[in-house]
């Protein structure tokens, strides 16, 4: 597949991984229970997300750039990746291949690919849910309130295998389940995932490389980085209980 054309790539791809772009890990489930099972996966397409994202944070503008400064640093924000001021112009720097002061949309991929995937494909994790109401659930939190990227694991994409009547239902936003859609994933649910079948509404989301619990374990992490760790947890809990969460 790596060695194929773009075309062909791409016809490939769209038989073998589930929904034309994700690869499953081996492995058993991260956890499963009668109602939902949630299973890691790569992302193959990420930079297709990443320049959509460019292109939105960028639409209205003169010129289809970011520059160096605040504006780099809000859109950081807004992808959740917490930089200062310094730590932002330092990244921007790396990427701003000829130095004049602006991130086109190919530098902006290649910083997202380095700073939030490490250069690897995106890991996410696919939460599966027989109940619509659950899935509901998962998609109007995080709708509803104003909660910030830095403290909650957003919503990347949305699948069910019922479509949205209401194309313009704000539970959905920018990510509409038409019929096309919808379709789609009945099929994959049936050619590609079978085990999964009876859970026919699915939210895809960014993977954590580890958990506290796999910290805590295998890295014995001292006083001072659990006090961090910890502080890190409270801001975020505080976060969701002032939006009376």
């Excluded at 016809?11 to 034309?20: N, P, T, V």
């Excluded at 709708?143 to 069910?160: A, F, M, P, W």
């Amino acid at each position: 597949v790596d060695i194929a054309m773009n075309k062909t790539k791409a016809a490939i791809e769209d038989k073998l991984l589930f929904m034309g772009r994700y690869k499953f890990h081996a492995g058993p489930p991260i956890h499963k229970s009668a109602t939902s099972v949630v299973i890691l996966a790569d992302d193959i397409k990420a930079i297709d997300d990443y320049r959509k994202t460019f292109q939105k944070i960028t639409e209205g503008l003169k010129d289809a750039v970011l520059y160096k400064g605040e504006q780099f640093l809000k859109s950081m924000n807004d992808l959740g990746i917490g930089f200062d001021q310094v730590i932002a112009d330092d990244k921007f720097d790396q990427f701003d291949v000829n130095g004049d002061g602006k991130m086109d949309e190919d530098e902006f991929c290649k910083f997202c690919r380095s700073s939030l995937d490490r250069d690897m494909e995106r890991r996410v994790v696919i939460k599966f849910m027989v109940e619509r109401e659950q899935w509901e659930r998962e998609i109007k939190s995080r709708n509803e309130y104003k909660l910030e990227s830095k403290y909650i694991v957003d919503v990347l994409r949305i699948y069910s295998t019922e479509p949205e009547e209401d194309q313009k239902n704000p539970l959905m936003q920018d990510m509409p389940i038409t019929k096309e859609m919808a379709d789609k994933f009945s099929s994959a649910l049936i050619n590609e995932a079978s085990e999964f079948k009876d859970y026919k509404n699915a939210v895809v989301m960014l993977g954590a490389d580890r958990n506290l619990d796999t910290i805590f374990r295998s890295e014995r992490p001292l006083l001072h980085t659990i006090r961090a760790l910890m502080s890190d947890v409270g801001d975020a809990l505080r976060h969701l209980h002032e939006n009376n969460l």
